[in-house]
């Protein structure tokens, strides 16, 4: 063993590899991405990665090789998890026969997704066992565990880290690679009954997994990461109002929110905390020992009260005369993240008193002592970034017209923040290009775009065009092309050539695609090219049917600057359109005056095209009076 | 001994770099360490935060408000918007030099930082102002702000940790080729400092 600074996704990875996993599989997704990213890096020979094309498609290539007896783990978010619902829900039927560890990062908050989605209910829904870890030294541990129980009841097991457990860093004890299992898959063995699933296995199966799950909340109660906690009192005493009150109380938790619990009882006697590590199936005998002798008991998860649930479900059954309280009594918020300061205060109100008074949200704050308003940050494109350039061409040349912009998810999705105001819709990936054919049908005197990454294309985009094309339906299909998958972190797909096991392999490329689909007109054009791409759009825009035009330009953070611009002050009139029009963070009026911040600029010299007097130049050129 | 350290600043500024270097120092001293730290898509301009918490008995990778012994600061308004973490007679080191929101920009604001110092001024006694353009001119670089606050830090001795530690972590951490410059940064807080 020795000792590493790790981020949670990266001991996860190497939790997987020192459990002797084969093959993983994935699609980047924060806060996921990580985890395969680290096995890639860190792998053994034995071990097979891949970003896949999609959730779908990565769940299916890691059922397949654990069906031959592989170690699998497939990597993505909690939206992913949706993507990949079909071929998951019907595996837990027909069973796995090597470990599969199913990891789906929930992004409480959320800090970077679409919604506040609950895996563990998705764990109930599929019928799978979910591990719930708290730290990062868990994590790593509890993923060797994940794969054993894995293959103890033949069945894919779900691992769920939250965004704080992901990207939190600790020192973690971890295994030297001599220490690292060795699985050796044993193949996969024809046995039609069962490896088909057919109406009848399912029925079968059904009533195996029923009981299975009670067997398995049985095994959890003893497993050791789910645990009844009294924190030391090692500090002098009890200080708050533990011991005044008669009513006995506890804690429940999981997650990072059990470490925001525990450091917040530092110095309270005689709070047990019940901790769970596994919420499906839940450890029933567990919680009843711990309920025992309790009159009520505080929750605290992120996103939904399913520990909540359960508990007020076991006191119901039990006919147990404890109060569970939480997010659905209010005494917890519902949404967003928990921190250390909410958890603190509603363990306090919950010491103080006995909730007979109805919650109150007061927090002693002295406003007395307001600062300076501080700037508001939202994010937004980069300087020099493509997609300015490809979404300010769209918008000059449709100036006027009737139009619609589907957007999609990606680093484009910032195209909505002003000035551009170039995203009016954005649902999930790849659904751009169905909205806009369903606005299309009603409203068809509107020019509909649908705005879609690279990326996102190959994910999720490519059934939404067929869809267009065979429907015969009117729209302007624009694909952000920059060579990467930008907010993830720059990951390789399809288009790129590059594989996760260091191959260079053959581009996918899509204008072929879209002609193959029957796309008649797909033009390629550089945004940057600023008046060349307006002109293209206004000619490809007013076409009938299905065309595309693919906007090629590479990710700024892929590729070198090509240098710098400035402003000439003596030709600036101080009009400021390129601040107005483009709100690129490297155009600044540090003086009421426009520059040019050198540290963020890349030369991608859109304000100079656009710039009505001429003032903008490259740094090499023109004199040096600025 | 147990330390909590917040940084923060603007997605891009490096604030990354500067809490890996703090953790690998404590490391070095045989420390646990935690940290935590904002990643997605407020990396794209947003303002981001680092946690770093090293010491014995510490659970969660994140810092309580008020319980921050220093709040190293890459953008002045970014320090003003964590001092609620710092705790009672903590330090803060900030940067003097004002990064504009691109929404501050296009709506004419005149944010310049200079109010969110004079705030400093008054609610910090013990606060280290760096203009990093003056210091990075008499160093020769643009990229040693992170050095710079990390120097300041040290010599706030509120971080806990000596100009030796931060030496070898930036030995052990970053390319032969900036160790140079970035010893360079160490010395001139100190030349300044004193």
Redesign the interface.
């Known amino acids: 063993m020795h ?1 590493e ?1 790790l981020m949670g996704n990266e001991a996860i990875a190497l939790g997987a590899v020192a459990a002797g996993v084969n093959l993983v599989s994935g699609y980047p997704g ?2 996921s991405t990580e985890v395969l990213e680290t096995i890639a890096k860190r792998r053994t020979d034995s071990i097979y990665v891949e970003w896949s094309v999609n959730e779908k498609a990565a769940m299916e290539v890691a059922a397949g090789a654990a069906y031959s007896g592989a170690r699998s783990m497939v990597t993505m978010k909690q939206v992913g998890l949706n993507v990949a619902s079909d071929p998951l829900m019907s595996l837990e039927y027909v069973g796995v026969k090597g470990g599969m560890v199913v990891l789906v990062a929930d992004d409480p908050g959320p ?2 997704s679409q919604t506040e989605q609950d895996t563990r209910h998705f764990a109930a829904f599929s019928k799978l066992p979910c591990f719930d870890p708290s ?1 990062a030294q868990e994590a790593y541990e509890m993923v060797q565990e994940a794969f054993a129980y894995s293959e103890k009841y033949g069945t894919p097991v779900f691992l769920r880290p939250t965004t ?1 457990v992901c ?5 973690v004890s971890v295994k030297d690679a001599d220490e690292y299992m060795s699985h050796t898959p044993s193949g996969f063995v024809k046995d039609s009954a069962r490896w088909v699933i057919f109406p009848r296995l399912s029925y079968q199966n059904h009533i195996k997994i029923e009981e299975r799950n009670e067997k398995l909340s049985e095994d959890f109660s003893a497993y050791k990461r789910n645990q009844i906690v009294r924190p030391s009192v ?1 500090e002098t005493g009890s200080d708050t109002a533990a011991n005044e009150s008669p009513v006995r109380k506890g804690i429940a938790a999981a997650g ?1 929110s059990f ?2 619990v ?2 917040s009882l ?1 110095g309270i006697d005689s709070i047990p905390v019940l901790k769970i590590a596994t919420p499906h199936p839940f450890p029933e005998k567990l919680a009843l020992e711990f309920l025992e002798g309790l009159d009520a008991v505080l929750c605290f998860e992120e996103l939904d009260p399913v520990i909540e649930k359960e508990l007020t479900y076991i006191c119901g059954k039990h006919h147990l005369p404890v109060k569970i309280y939480g997010k659905l009594s209010h005494h917890v918020k519902n949404a967003g993240e928990n ?3 909410s958890v ?1 205060q509603d363990i306090r109100r919950f010491l103080k008193d006995t909730y007979d008074n109805t919650p109150s949200d007061s927090m002693t704050g002295n406003s007395s ?1 307001v ?2 308003d ?9 300087a020099g970034c493509p997609h300015r350039a490809s979404f300010y061409a769209v918008k000059t040349a449709m100036q006027g017209k009737k139009t619609i912009f589907c957007g999609d998810i990606g ?1 484009y999705t ?1 195209g909505n ?3 551009l105001d170039m995203v009016d819709t954005c649902l999930c990936m790849g659904a751009g290009l169905g909205i806009a054919q369903g606005v299309g049908r009603i409203e068809p005197d509107t020019h509909c775009f649908a705005f879609v990454g690279d990326s996102t294309f190959f994910a999720s985009a490519v059934t939404g065009v067929i869809n267009a094309v065979y429907n015969q339906s009117d729209l302007t299909l624009i694909i952000l092309d920059n060579s990467t998958t930008a ?1 993830t972190g720059h990951q390789p797909h399809p288009g790129t050539g590059q594989t996760m096991m260091g191959g260079v392999v053959d581009k996918i490329d899509i204008e072929a695609v879209l002609k193959g689909i029957g796309l008649d007109m797909v033009e390629t054009v550089d945004p940057l090219e600023h008046k060349t791409a307006v002109s293209c759009v206004k000619r490809v825009a007013k076409e009938p049917g299905v065309k595309a035009i693919i906007f090629k330009s590479p990710c700024i953070a892929v590729t070198k600057p090509k240098g710098s611009m400035r402003v000439l002050t003596d030709k600036c009139i101080g009009c400021k359109k390129c ?2 029009e483009l ?3 490297a ?4 003086k009421g005056k426009v520059s040019i911040d050198l ?1 963020l600029c890349t030369g991608c010299t859109l304000c100079q095209q656009l710039c009505p007097t001429d003032a903008i130049v490259n740094r090499k050129a023109g004199d040096s009076n600025e | 001994m147990n330390r909590n350290i917040v940084l923060c600043g603007v997605g891009g500024q490096g604030t990354v770099l500067a809490s890996k270097l703090i953790a690998a120092a404590a490391m070095n001293k045989n420390l646990p360490v935690m940290s935590a730290e904002t990643i997605g898509m407020a990396q794209r301009g947003g303002s981001v935060f680092s946690h770093v918490r090293y010491g014995y008995n510490v659970s969660s990778p994140m810092i309580a408000s008020g319980e921050a012994d220093i709040i190293l600061g890459f953008e002045p308004g970014e320090a003003v918007r964590m001092l609620p973490f710092l705790k009672e007679g903590g330090a803060v080191v900030t940067s003097s030099r004002a990064i504009m929101p691109v929404t501050a920009t296009l709506s004419g604001s005149s944010y310049n930082g200079g109010e969110m110092i004079t705030y400093l001024r008054e609610h910090v006694e013990n606060l280290f102002v760096i203009d990093p353009l003056k210091a990075c001119e008499e160093i020769g670089s643009p990229k040693t702000l992170n050095t710079l606050l990390l120097g300041a830090a040290v010599y706030s001795g509120a971080i806990g940790l000596s100009e030796k530690d931060i030496k070898e972590a930036i030995a052990a951490r970053l390319p032969e080729k900036f160790h140079e410059l970035n010893f360079k940064a160490l010395e001139y807080v100190r030349k300044h400092s004193e």
């Not at chain 1, 990207?167 to 020192?171: D, E, F, I, K, L």
């Not at chain 1, 501080?374 to 980069?382: E, G, M, Q, T, W």
Request: with cysteine; glycine share 4%; net charge positive.
């Open positions: 000792n600074f924060t806060p800090v970077s730290s704080r990207h939190g860093y600790a020192s090692s990072i470490t925001y525990l450091e530092k921190s250390r300061d603190f002592d600062p300076p501080l700037p508001v940050r939202p994010p937004v494109l980069c680093c910032l923040a002003m000035p907010m601040i107005r709100g690129c963070p155009l600044i009026t540090p540290s």
